[in-house]
């Protein structure tokens, strides 16, 4: 099982990737702003126009024409006012929403293209549920973050600024009760929200852990039932969100205590500044109408700063999901292009390792000092034991892992100095276990050229003997083949993968145990196809069933990571080595004489040797 990634990205990390993709849109941001700017202006001047409005109504018990025109008056500020927010937040709101798109379009290319650029190896040491899980939540905490701080903290900072100035304004006294009270509520918001983020974050790990658990049965499902299991991943998934259940209720009983602290905050300060009030009131200080002043920017300070501990709550959890997966998106890229590298132009196709060295961990080496060369339009096969590094070989030509030494060179240009998009044009691979993507077959097929024809593609099949069953298919070359080619057998995808290679018709071809799944009757109509695909290529088999190699130009033995012995079947059978063990085993362990091998040849099919390259 893959480990869970532990790592987090840390804040600064975190900003820096949402801002490469912010900056991009300075028009729709400064929109954004200004609107918010609007909106808290409207909220500050309403109550200090309403303030004098209640202060003529309390001092006028018999108003006359006059009185009645100035209130007039002063409800007909109140109303553009209000209006003008009103305006503030549709100008802010119509370009978040444009915004928000843009940025979020964005972030989920930019990031799909940087995780595809990862190394085979960190693929085969995550899950997929869980990849594409972080790279979901990562987008959508944008919206969150980008909402707390432009359209929820930034406008209570200048709503409360504001505030404390009008209040200073009218009474030092009460203004700067205000601004100490809103400092500490803020610092206690902060403290508290730190304190808690440990909470959320294993929250967060918590819930990946049981979407990357249900990922892992889903995908399994066909194993599930063959073994049994259905009782055990019921205990297994049942534990993972057992866990959740204890993270999240952690979580939530963290936050009960924070609201608890939050509402004795707003109970001291609300009669804090109302007793003093009412001091400064009976020595003449005070209006009435400071009061519905106070009362309104008190309400609406309580409002925004309980907001702020909501919000608080959103950005953190916003937080703890996105930095999961920008530590992927900070994450090298273990194998990259060389600055300047050019693309790899192949001529003749001659393959040569030069004293390759490479291994998967310090303490088990796989090739040391690894020499092969392949002439231009040769055809060898690779042979030898389970772990004798053959597909690992194979792996390395690709470029899906980087040499610990030597070189690997194509035409006498070293692979790791080419572009690996040119490298991998350049060889056809056909593995011993197809995936296909949950495509149509014609889209599956045409992977191998893209911009082919559908005549082409459907010549293709034709030549890998695939043809025959899609043609019987309902929707033929449209029908979708599931996920990871599951509605197919196995032989059909083998063949499907042949039909993708024999379209891109590269200049060099490695068949890593191509027609393993194949019964005998296929096996006999692709082995023709196969000749005329190795036509004129550079051919690199892997093939345990050896009497599938008996008409390779070469053969090479290898055991251990190294070359053992090397030359046609017969001369291989000749030298009584490692070969001649290994036909002696698939021919029933007994010792081949003349006349048994010459029978042998014959043989329809033999054994399959497992082989594992992890």
Known sequence: MPKQEKKRAKAGAVFRAYFTEVRAYPGLLSLIILGGVGIQLASLAAPWYLRNFFNILATTPHPDAQTVHTLGGILAIVTLIYLGEWAARRVQGQSNNYFTAKVMTSLYSSSFSYLIGHSYNFFVSHFAGSLTHKLSKYV?????????????????????AGAVTVLFMRSHMLGIALAVWAVCFITF??????????????????ETRTTAALADAVSNQATIDLFSGKSYENKRYGEAID????????????????????????????????YGGVLLWQEGLLT?????????????????????????????????????????????????????????????GQVSFRNVQFRF?????????????????????????????????????????????????????????????????????????????????????????????DEEVIEAARKAHCHEFIAHLPEGYNTFVGERGIKLSGGERQRVAIARAILKDAPILVLDEATSSLDSESEALIQDALEVLMRGKTVIVIAHRLSTIMKMDRIVVLENGKVVASGTHEELLQQKGLYHKLWSIQAGGFIIDDDAEAALKEAPEEEELAEDEK
């Open 140 to 160: 959508r905490s944008f919206e969150m973050l980008f909402d707390n701080v432009v359209i929820s903290f930034f406008p209570t900072f200048l709503f409360v």
């Open 189 to 206: 918001q902060v403290f508290v929200a730190h304190l808690r983020q440990p909470v959320r974050i294993a929250r967060s790990e918590a």
């Open 243 to 274: 866990a959740w259940r204890k993270a999240s209720l952690r979580s939530w009983m963290t936050d009960d205590w924070i609201w608890a602290g939050i509402g004795l905050f707003m109970t001291v300060i609300e009669i804090g500044l109302l």
């Open 288 to 348: 009435i109408g400071d009061f519905v002043l106070i009362q309104s920017y008190l309400l609406t300070t309580f409002d925004r700063l309980v907001g702020i501990n909501r919000e608080l709550r959103r950005f953190y959890d916003a937080f703890a999901d996105a930095s999961e997966m920008v530590e992927i998106l900070i994450t090298p890229h273990e194998i990259r292009d060389k600055k300047g590298a050019q693309a790899l132009k192949v001529a003749e």
């Open 361 to 453: 961990h310090d303490n088990r080496s796989i090739l040391e000092d690894f020499t092969l060369s392949i002439a231009p339009r040769e055809k060898i096969a690779l042979v030898g034991p389970s772990g004798a590094g053959k597909t690992t070989i194979t792996k390395l030509l690709l470029r899906l892992y980087d040499l610990k030494g030597g070189s690997i060179e194509v035409d006498g240009q070293n692979i790791a100095d080419v572009t690996q998009e040119s490298l991998r044009d350049a060889i056809s691979f056909v593995p011993q276990e197809p995936i296909l993507f949950h495509r149509t077959l014609m889209e599956n097929i045409r992977y191998g050229r893209r911009d082919a024809s």
